[in-house]
T-cell receptor
Framework: QQQVKQSPQSLIVQKGGIPIINCAYE??????FPWYQQFPGKGPALLIA?????SEKKEGRFTISFNKSAKQFSLHIMDSQPGDSATYFC?????????????FGEGTQLTVNP | DTAVSQTPKYLVTQMGNDKSIKCEQN?????MYWYKQDSKKFLKIMFS???????INETVPNRFSPKSPDKAHLNLHINSLELGDSAVYFC????????????FGPGTRLLVL
């Protein structure tokens, strides 16, 4: 059972556009929602994360919007650049005794054309 | 300085062989993880160790056995390799506790022929 669903699978925008990637989760025990960015041949790297007690978080050109009642969250990339072309993963985890079991979405391959 | 390193980077082997992947982190973290990324790029956790103790063991065939000799190392041994084991295996580490970032290694690309 896929606990975190991500869409779209792929996305192509022009430079300067605002790609939006959406995720929905089922488990209400999730309380931490990070986004990871992965370039080809590299490991995922944390981009930005949010907790459900806030509805929005911005870091530079990246913004997470969070809707707790709808169990949905999304990533917006302002003024997108060709260098943002990568695969983006949303994820979710819950408080555990130690460590953090990240449940990932299926990933979105973003292409930003010059 | 590489924070999380894995060896080897590529591994091509025959079905039925046994192989190991090594992971080391120099971040001083006490929690380490193994993830599997399949051909569709789906990432799924396999194991997690905290201070050398196994704390997460997902539904993984028992042909996969993790071993943590110390806090900075987490190795993955795979027995009797099967075609379906072909994937990219990522090691990651974090400080203990929830809601803390996980730092991923560069991955080991395993191809079973």
């Amino acid at each position: 059972q896929q606990q975190v669903k991500q869409s779209p699978q792929s996305l192509i925008v022009q430079k300067g556009g605002i790609p939006i990637i959406n995720c929905a989760y089922e488990n209400t025990a999730f309380d931490y929602f990070p986004w990871y960015q992965q370039f080809p041949g590299k490991g995922p790297a944390l981009l930005i994360a949010i907790r459900p007690d806030v509805s929005e978080k911005k870091e530079g050109r990246f913004t997470i919007s969070f809707n707790k009642s709808a169990k949905q969250f999304s990533l917006h990339i302002m003024d997108s650049q060709p260098g943002d072309s990568a695969t983006y993963f949303c994820a979710a985890s819950m408080e555990e005794t130690s460590g953090s079991r990240l449940t990932f979405g299926e990933g979105t391959q973003l292409t930003v054309n010059p | 300085d590489t924070a999380v390193s894995q060896t080897p980077k590529y591994l091509v082997t025959q079905m039925g062989n046994d192989k190991s992947i090594k992971c080391e982190q120099n971040l001083g973290h006490d929690t380490m993880y193994w993830y599997k990324q399949d051909s569709k790029k789906f990432l799924k956790i396999m194991f997690s160790y905290n201070n050398k103790e196994l704390i997460i063991n997902e539904t993984v065939p028992n042909r996969f056995s993790p071993k943590s000799p110390d806090k900075a190392h987490l190795n993955l041994h795979i027995n009797s390799l099967e075609l379906g084991d072909s994937a990219v295996y990522f090691c990651a580490s974090s400080r203990g506790g929830p809601m803390l970032p996980q730092y991923f290694g560069p991955g080991t690309r395993l191809l079973v022929l």
